[in-house]
């Protein structure tokens, strides 16, 4: 079981960049998906996630309006498209899944999810 994280990178403020989780050793159709983000020297923290069906999003208000999750089961993929990029946005990314539905029903909750992915770094200069 793997997720792998990609599409980091350096970006100026007002940027764009996709973030991909390629799933393998699973099928993602089963999972809710969630990217959470570590800024340095700070707690992980949530940033967005789609339920299982993909007729869920949430997000963290910092971040509505501006990043769109969305899944593509048959790549067994999910992305993160992140517009209008702040240098508060700078953090590394990892995303994660967790079998149907949270417990808890909080999406937001890391300890609901089951698998990790490396974490991608975005670094946003201004």
């Known amino acids: 079981v793997q997720l792998q994280a990609s599409g980091g990178g350096l970006v100026q403020a007002g940027g764009s960049l996709r973030l991909s989780c390629a799933a393998s050793?699973?099928?993602?159709?089963?999972?809710?998906l969630g990217w959470f983000r570590r800024l340095q020297g700070k707690e992980r923290e949530f940033v967005a996630a789609?339920?299982?069906?993909?007729?869920?999003?949430y997000y963290t208000d910092s971040v509505k309006g501006r990043h769109t999750i969305s899944r593509d089961n048959a790549k067994n993929t999910v992305y993160l498209e992140m517009n209008k990029l702040k240098p508060e946005d700078t953090a590394v990314y990892y995303c994660?899944?967790?079998?149907?539905?949270?417990?808890?029903?909080?999406?937001?909750?890391?300890?609901?999810?089951?698998?990790w992915g490396q974490g991608t770094l975005v670094t946003v200069s201004s």
């Open positions: 994660a899944a967790n079998h149907g539905v949270p417990s808890s029903g909080r999406y937001s909750d890391d300890l609901e999810y089951d698998y």
């Open positions: 050793g699973f099928d993602i159709s089963s999972y809710a």
């Open positions: 789609i339920s299982w069906s993909g007729g869920s999003q």
